[in-house]
T-cell receptor, first 121, second 110 residues
Framework: QVQLVESGGGVVQPGTSLRLSCVASGFTFSTYDMHWVRQAPGKGLEWVAAISYGGNEKYHIDSVKGRFTISRDDSKNTLYLEMTGLRTEDTAIYYCTKGRASVRGAEFDYWGQGTLITVSS | QSVLTQPPSASGTPGQRVTVSCSGGSSNIGRNSVYWFQQLPGMAPKLLIYLTDQWPPGVPDRFSGSVSGTSASLVISGLRSEDEADYYC???????????FGGGTKLTVL
């Protein structure tokens, strides 16, 4: 069965850096797009970044461009989110979610349990 | 302020048919497929509808999706108490070149 397990969250001060990881299993990771989606406490869902299978295409929401970078290591079945210059408004649960392998496939069909990042001084 | 607009709340009684709307624009819903998610309290979101009107395995056909112009709808038929949750729509946006979500609709089963 598909499993996505995030790690790397915690309490950090503004301006610091953090790397989130998401280990995938139960599917051929290298052939699927992948995403990060976040949810601030008591708020709605916000897509953060996406990476294509093969890693050639990357997309980030404007509010994190230049600060966050999505990447993947297919040899380790792992998705990453490198976060720098963290701000209080980045406080949220960060979910790793599976994308699609083909045009007729489903994006966001499996989600991890999420990892909480709290940015506070 | 979300790019896609959803009503903050909706309600219905068991057995009723409820519609959750999602209003967008020509750069997102008007040109791309819509996704719908259900989020139970304290849980990760779950995919309900993809490619506007397709069901992932295991999702009952009580849930259905459609689009008209730049607006999308999620219809829940035969409402059940376990449908009480937050519902979100999403679509790719050609202008921002990213995925945009609605603000979410909290569904209460009376």
């Amino acid at each position: 069965q598909v499993q996505l397990v995030e790690s790397g969250g915690g309490v950090v001060q503004p301006g610091t850096s953090l790397r989130l990881s998401c280990v995938a299993s139960g599917f051929t990771f290298s052939t699927y797009d992948m995403h990060w989606v976040r949810q601030a406490p008591g708020k709605g869902l916000e897509w953060v970044a996406a990476i294509s299978y093969g890693g050639n295409e990357k997309y980030h929401i404007d509010s994190v461009k230049g600060r966050f970078t999505i990447s993947r290591d297919d040899s380790k079945n792992t998705l990453y989110l490198e976060m720098t210059g963290l701000r209080t408004e980045d406080t949220a649960i960060y979910y790793c979610t599976k994308g699609r392998a083909s045009v007729r496939g489903a994006e966001f069909d499996y989600w991890g349990q999420g990892t909480l990042i709290t940015v506070s001084s | 302020q979300s790019v896609l607009t959803q009503p903050p709340s909706a309600s219905g009684t068991p057995g009723q048919r409820v519609t959750v709307s999602c209003s967008g624009g020509s750069s997102n819903i008007g040109r791309n497929s819509v996704y719908w998610f259900q989020q139970l309290p304290g849980m990760a979101p779950k995919l309900l509808i993809y490619l506007t009107d397709q069901w992932p395995p295991g999702v009952p056909d009580r849930f259905s999706g459609s689009v008209s112009g730049t607006s999308a709808s999620l219809v829940i038929s035969g409402l059940r108490s376990e449908d009480e949750a937050d519902y979100y729509c999403a679509a790719w946006d050609n202008s921002v070149r990213g995925w945009v979500f609605g603000g979410g609709t909290k569904l209460t089963v009376l």
